[in-house]
RNA sequence: GGAGAGAUGGCAGAGUGGUCGAAUGCGGCGGUCUUGAAAACCGUUGUGCCUUAACAGGCACCGGGGGUUCGAAUCCCUCUCUCUCCGCCA
């Protein structure tokens, strides 16, 4: 959430940063919502002043009562009742302002960093990096799909009869591989100062709305009506709550955490594109870092982090890029996002299986996580977190380049954790 | 799921209608003393908002919301959470 400060003060960088993610009406809004914001200031002052008054009758009405002057006291008590009469009308027209600055607030994307190319969509995507050399495979290359019922190791078919589609049922070597990647990111995450968490995978309202979920991506969400709690679509959304209603010490800045979950999605609305096999699934497993920073650090820390998740592709050995997304075509809550697409070699298709942002004070404005400064000072700390990474897009590239007449090759430094070197048929 | 108890500042813990933003202790910070440290002593110690160029002033906050009252940490309603006992159970 923008801080409503910022808005008034930098009205013109605010109009252009909406405009950049393609926001609609942004314009009329932030109109409406600098008048209404005049507004709530006027009743917080008139109403401050009338409580003012009636604090200082009700002490005078109870000295008097002491003293045994009940007539006067009994004055003094009218004027209260009146003064408060006029208080609740000002309080009740304060509230529904409150309310309406909020409305438009929560609707309100955070703005771009200025280094984020314009563009609509994922076309116009800028790639500032790429590695690797793209595998040439034989004529009768296999997709993932395809491979993986071959060598009996994810099998989609049970998951639609257990479940429904998008929720794969790893079998054997496939189970294992999971279970090796899962170990292996932590592994990596935890020697690179991250500390490891194991988050409840079901939260509640406020956590949804502390990340910026909520009310943006409400319907994406599953929801447990029964106790009023939702599936976390990623490990993002309970550990950056940690942090919610904090205040850190400056010293205790950076954090740096990391967890793995399941992440749950329903991913209404995008039936029928790029849904195939491991593509686009409503369970998946993802090892995510998230950092809080000193706003002065945070994009230093965004570089980083992009240079540890690019530093586990090339591990895993797979050729991918980076892009720097552009305003379209970033998240509600992002301020800028890189994100890393690895290339399928069999489905020629870069596939996204990172991304890495930063959310300046975005999230922690909803979160209330600030930290003191040298001087007492308070202010909100930046919020960063980047997939590291996600398992079913790796596993679909993991499948389709390193397939060979042996089997499926598994990377070296999985092999420790796989306990395998190959994927064989039995 | 049933019965009971409770939620107060960083922590512990007083406070049951008026001068309580809140005693006291611990902790934290600053100082005195000391060669230094400890002890002792003195001072200080929350958050948010509004007015103000600033100095300063005001308002709100004792789990959340609502109510009674001239006046609520204190009374009433409601929600949430925690603890204890019983039941069930990985």
């Known amino acids: 959430m923008l801080q409503i400060n910022f808005i008034i003060d930098n009205k013109d960088k605010v109009l252009q940063g909406l405009k950049k993610k393609h926001f609609q009406n942004a314009e009329d809004l932030i109109e409406k919502i600098i008048t209404l914001d005049k507004e709530r200031k006027k009743l917080i002052t008139q109403s401050n002043d009338i409580k003012n008054k009636i604090n200082t009758l009700s002490k005078e009405i109870g000295d008097l ?59 116009d995507n800028e790639v500032v990096f790429q590695y690797g050399e793209i595998p040439q495979l034989p004529e009768n290359a296999l997709c993932h799909w395809d491979l993986a019922t071959q060598y009996d190791i994810i099998d989609f078919e049970t998951g639609v009869k257990l479940t429904g589609a998008g929720f794969p049922v790893y079998k054997g070597k496939g189970a ?16 690179n100062g991250y500390i490891e968490i194991e988050p409840p995978i079901l939260v509640n309202e406020k956590s949804g709305f502390g990340t910026g979920q909520l009310p943006d991506k409400d319907g994406q969400m599953y929801y447990v009506c029964e106790d009023k709690l939702y599936l976390i679509p990623t490990a993002e959304v309970p550990i950056t709550n940690i942090y919610r209603e904090m205040i850190l010490k400056e010293e205790d800045l950076p954090i740096k955490n990391c967890g793995y979950t399941p992440c749950f999605r329903r991913e209404a609305g995008s039936y029928g594109k790029d849904v195939r096999g491991l593509n686009r699934l409503h369970q998946f497993d993802k090892v995510e870092i998230v950092q809080i920073t000193h706003p002065e650090k945070s994009y230093q820390t965004l570089e980083e982090m992009r240079e540890y998740v690019a530093g586990l592709l090339k591990m895993l050995e797979l050729p991918f890029r980076t892009v720097k997304l552009c305003g379209g ?89 796989t306990g395998f070197e190959y994927i064989t048929k039995h």
């Open 329 to 417: 075509d970033m998240s509600f809550a992002s301020a800028l996002t890189y994100d890393m697409e690895v290339f399928s070699a069999a489905q020629k298709k870069w596939l996204e299986v990172s991304s890495v942002s930063n959310f300046e004070t975005f999230q922690t404005n909803r979160l209330k996580c600030r930290f003191k400064d040298k001087n007492g000072k308070t202010h909100l700390t930046h919020s960063l977190n980047g997939s590291a990474l996600a398992l079913p897009r790796i596993v679909a590239a993991l499948l389709e380049n390193n397939q060979t007449e042996k089997g499926i090759k598994i990377p070296s430094v999985l092999v420790p954790y």
């Open 176 to 191: 294992k591989l999971q279970r090796a990647l899962i170990n292996f990111f932590l592994d990596q995450a935890t020697q």
């Open 65 to 123: 009562f002491k003293s045994g002057k009940k007539e006067e006291a009994e004055t003094l008590k009218k004027q209260s009742v009146d003064l408060k009469n006029q208080e609740t009308e000002i309080d009740s027209s304060l509230k529904k302002t409150e309310e309406e600055i909020n409305n438009i607030l929560v609707l309100l994307p955070n703005i771009p960093h200025t280094s984020v190319p314009e563009g609509k969509s994922a076309e």
